[in-house]
T-cell receptor, first 113, second 113 residues
Framework: AQSVTQPDIHITVSEGASLELRCNYSYGATPYLFWYVQSPGQGLQLLLKYFSGDTLVQGIKGFEAEFKRSQSSFNLRKPSVHWSDAAEYFCAVRIIGFQKLVFGTGTRLLVSP | NAGVTQTPKFQVLKTGQSMTLQCAQDMNHEYMSWYRQDPGMGLRLIHYSVGAGITDQGEVPNGYNVSRSTTEDFPLRLLSAAPSQTSVYFC????????????FGSGTRLTVV
């Protein structure tokens, strides 16, 4: 079945440490790929997206993500986490030719002092 | 500011009552959609529309109804509310190409008692 998997439900990172959030998808073709962030009680904000071209994409707030076709992955990274990054992060995919956006179950990031 | 506006922000319903969640966008987006967000399940697509007069079902459409009479508005109707419909509901929109990503509203928190 087609799906988006975020294997980590919770991740705790020390402030200033690096971060990597995992995302894998199972679709026949390369989809459009997105990362969204949701702060408590808020809507979703787009961090970055990948459609084609350079497999390392830069986003807002110092985030980047790397698309790896061989691993069907689109992991989100940040070199140095700030306390304000504590939030829930969602990976999402859109199949080319369709407009539906399918989400993973999310990863909640906790930042320790 | 341009964006997606959802009303109300909070609502409490009794089992069996009906109501309409409103969603409006002023970006001339062709595509609009409704999601529900439940703990541990990410965002699940309820209904979507690719343009005025065109709607289709997502993965969890039962108990919900939609229509799209204008480009701007995409209301979600709960026909007979059930406790299982307690959730946070998000409306999202995008251009048909999806290149600019999807813009989300701030959500409606619905409790059915």
């Amino acid at each position: 079945a087609q799906s988006v998997t975020q294997p980590d439900i919770h991740i705790t990172v020390s402030e200033g440490a690096s971060l990597e959030l995992r995302c894998n998808y199972s679709y026949g073709a390369t989809p459009y790929l997105f990362w969204y962030v949701q702060s408590p009680g808020q809507g979703l904000q787009l961090l970055l997206k990948y459609f084609s071209g350079d497999t390392l994409v830069q986003g807002i707030k110092g985030f980047e993500a790397e698309f790896k076709r061989s691993q069907s992955s689109f992991n989100l990274r940040k070199p140095s986490v700030h306390w304000s990054d504590a939030a829930e992060y969602f990976c999402a995919v859109r199949i080319i030719g369709f407009q539906k956006l399918v989400f993973g179950t999310g990863t909640r990031l906790l930042v320790s002092p | 500011n341009a964006g997606v506006t959802q009303t109300p922000k909070f609502q409490v319903l009794k089992t069996g009552q009906s109501m309409t969640l409103q969603c409006a966008q002023d970006m001339n987006h062709e595509y609009m959609s409704w999601y529900r967000q439940d703990p541990g399940m990410g965002l699940r697509l309820i209904h979507y529309s690719v343009g005025a007069g065109i709607t289709d079902q997502g993965e969890v459409p039962n108990g919900y109804n939609v229509s799209r009479s204008t480009t701007e508005d995409f209301p979600l109707r709960l026909l007979s509310a059930a406790p299982s419909q307690t959730s946070v509901y998000f409306c999202a929109s995008s251009y048909s190409s999806g290149d600019s990503g999807y813009t989300f509203g701030s959500g409606t928190r619905l409790t059915v008692v």
